[in-house]
C-alpha cells in the first residue's frame, strides 16, 4: 500500500523503479495490468499472441470449490474481448484449460482436463478468434487423465502431452489432433521409470521434432495440481513421436517449462521444498 491513507496519514512510499498508482506500488515498466474473473480461486494458466491480442487459458471459479474450464480472448491493452467457459459434469464439476497455443489461422486450441462426474478425462477445445466454439473433445476415459500442453506441429496438426491412467499406473501421455475435427491422429504413451510417469510440457524444435518435459517416477498424483516429486524427465521425439532420447535429472524435481536454445534445451519447474530448478 502507499499514498495518502485519507485520514490524514501515509500507507507508505514506493521502493525505487516503483510508482504509486491507485494505492499500490506498481512497477515503473509495467505498460498495462488487468483482473479477469470474479473471485480470488480464478486462475490463469497460459496466454498467447493472438493478432492484436492475446488469449489466455485457466479456470473460472463456479459453485464453492469447482470450477470450468476458462478461455477468454483479450485486446492489445489487456480489456476483455470475450470469455467462454465449459463445464463436463454440471455444476459440481472441476475442469481446468491448463495449455493453450495460436493457431496459424488465428483460432485458440486450449486442452486440460474435463470432470466426468467419477474422474478426469482429457479434453481439447477450439475456439475461432472470436470466442466462437469450433469443437471440444474429451480423451482417455476415466482415470486422472488430463492435457498439461499443446502445439502446433509442423503438418498443422495440434500436439497434446499429459498423464493417461494406464495398467494401473500413470504414463506420459501424447495425442496428435486432427486440426479440422479434433479427432485422435494419433495416441502414444511413454515412462521412463515403470512408475508414475508424466509430461507438463511440449514444443517443436527447429531442427525437427519435439521438446517435451515433466516428471518421472512420481511418488503420487494428486487430482488437483500439485504431483510429488520423482525426477526431472526431459523427452526428445522426431517427428513420428518416436523417442529420439529420454533423460531423467534433478532429482527431487518436476518440469513445467521447456524452450529450444542456441545450443540445446532449458527446463523450468520446482524442486521437493518449491524452489527453481537450475536450467539444463
Same mark, same amino acid.
Given at each position: 500500500?502507499?499514498?495518502?491513507?485519507?485520514?490524514?496519514?501515509?500507507?507508505?512510499?514506493?521502493?525505487?523503479?516503483? &510508482?504509486?498508482?491507485?494505492?499500490?506500488?506498481?512497477?515503473?515498466?509495467?505498460?498495462?495490468?488487468?483482473?479477469?474473473?470474479?473471485?480470488?480461486?480464478?486462475?490463469?494458466?497460459?496466454?498467447? $499472441?493472438? +493478432?492484436? +491480442? !492475446?488469449?489466455?487459458?485457466?479456470?473460472? /471459479?463456479?459453485?464453492?470449490?469447482?470450477?470450468?474450464?476458462?478461455?477468454?480472448?483479450?485486446?492489445?491493452?489487456?480489456?476483455? *474481448?470475450?470469455? *467462454?467457459?465449459?463445464?463436463? #459434469?454440471?455444476?459440481? #464439476?472441476?475442469?481446468?484449460?491448463? +495449455? =493453450? $497455443?495460436?493457431?496459424?489461422?488465428?483460432?485458440?486450441?486450449?486442452?486440460?482436463?474435463?470432470?466426468?462426474? @467419477?474422474?478426469?478425462?482429457?479434453?481439447?477445445?477450439?475456439?475461432?478468434?472470436?470466442?466462437?466454439? @469450433?469443437?471440444?473433445?474429451?480423451?482417455?476415459?476415466?482415470?486422472?487423465?488430463?492435457?498439461?500442453?499443446?502445439?502446433?506441429?509442423?503438418?498443422?496438426? !495440434?500436439?497434446?502431452? +499429459? *498423464?493417461?491412467?494406464?495398467?494401473?499406473?500413470?504414463?506420459?501421455?501424447?495425442? /496428435?489432433?486432427?486440426?479440422?475435427?479434433?479427432?485422435?491422429?494419433? &495416441?502414444?504413451? !511413454?515412462?521412463? #521409470?515403470? =512408475?508414475?510417469?508424466?509430461?507438463? &510440457?511440449?514444443?517443436?524444435?527447429?531442427?525437427?521434432?519435439?521438446? =517435451?518435459?515433466?516428471?518421472?517416477?512420481?511418488?503420487?498424483?494428486?487430482?488437483?495440481? !500439485?504431483?510429488?516429486?520423482? *525426477?526431472?524427465?526431459?523427452?526428445?521425439?522426431?517427428? &513420428?513421436?518416436?523417442?529420439?532420447?529420454?533423460?531423467?535429472?534433478?532429482?527431487? #524435481?518436476?518440469?513445467? $517449462?521447456? $524452450?529450444?536454445?542456441?545450443?540445446?534445451?532449458?527446463?523450468?519447474?520446482?524442486?521437493? /521444498?518449491?524452489?527453481?530448478?537450475?536450467?539444463?
Amino acid at each position: 500500500d502507499c499514498g495518502d491513507d485519507s485520514c490524514g496519514g501515509s500507507c507508505g512510499a514506493c521502493n525505487e523503479g516503483f &510508482s504509486c498508482d491507485n494505492f499500490l506500488c506498481q512497477c515503473d515498466n509495467i505498460v498495462w495490468s488487468r483482473n479477469h474473473g470474479d473471485d480470488d480461486q480464478d486462475r490463469i494458466y497460459a496466454v498467447r $499472441a493472438a +493478432g492484436a +491480442g !492475446y488469449f489466455f487459458a485457466g479456470r473460472m /471459479e463456479g459453485l464453492m470449490d469447482y470450477h470450468d474450464f476458462w478461455v477468454a480472448g483479450v485486446n492489445d491493452q489487456g480489456f476483455l *474481448q470475450w470469455s *467462454q467457459d465449459y463445464t463436463g #459434469s454440471g455444476s459440481f #464439476s472441476k475442469d481446468i484449460a491448463f +495449455g =493453450a $497455443a495460436t493457431t496459424p489461422e488465428g483460432d485458440l486450441i486450449a486442452v486440460g482436463k474435463q470432470d466426468t462426474g @467419477l474422474w478426469y478425462s482429457g479434453v481439447a477445445r477450439k475456439l475461432s478468434a472470436d470466442g466462437t466454439s @469450433l469443437w471440444g473433445k474429451t480423451f482417455g476415459g476415466n482415470g486422472l487423465n488430463e492435457f498439461r500442453s499443446v502445439t502446433v506441429g509442423p503438418t498443422g496438426t !495440434y500436439v497434446a502431452v +499429459g *498423464q493417461v491412467f494406464s495398467g494401473y499406473t500413470y504414463k506420459g501421455w501424447l495425442v /496428435e489432433l486432427d486440426p479440422a475435427t479434433g479427432n485422435s491422429l494419433t &495416441s502414444r504413451t !511413454y515412462t521412463a #521409470s515403470g =512408475a508414475f510417469d508424466v509430461l507438463r &510440457s511440449i514444443r517443436t524444435v527447429s531442427t525437427g521434432g519435439y521438446i =517435451a518435459v515433466g516428471c518421472s517416477g512420481v511418488g503420487s498424483i494428486d487430482n488437483e495440481d !500439485y504431483v510429488s516429486p520423482g *525426477q526431472l524427465w526431459l523427452l526428445r521425439l522426431n517427428d &513420428s513421436f518416436n523417442v529420439v532420447w529420454s533423460k531423467n535429472l534433478a532429482s527431487s #524435481s518436476e518440469g513445467f $517449462a521447456v $524452450a529450444e536454445t542456441a545450443d540445446g534445451f532449458v527446463a523450468a519447474g520446482c524442486d521437493a /521444498e518449491g524452489f527453481e530448478i537450475p536450467a539444463i
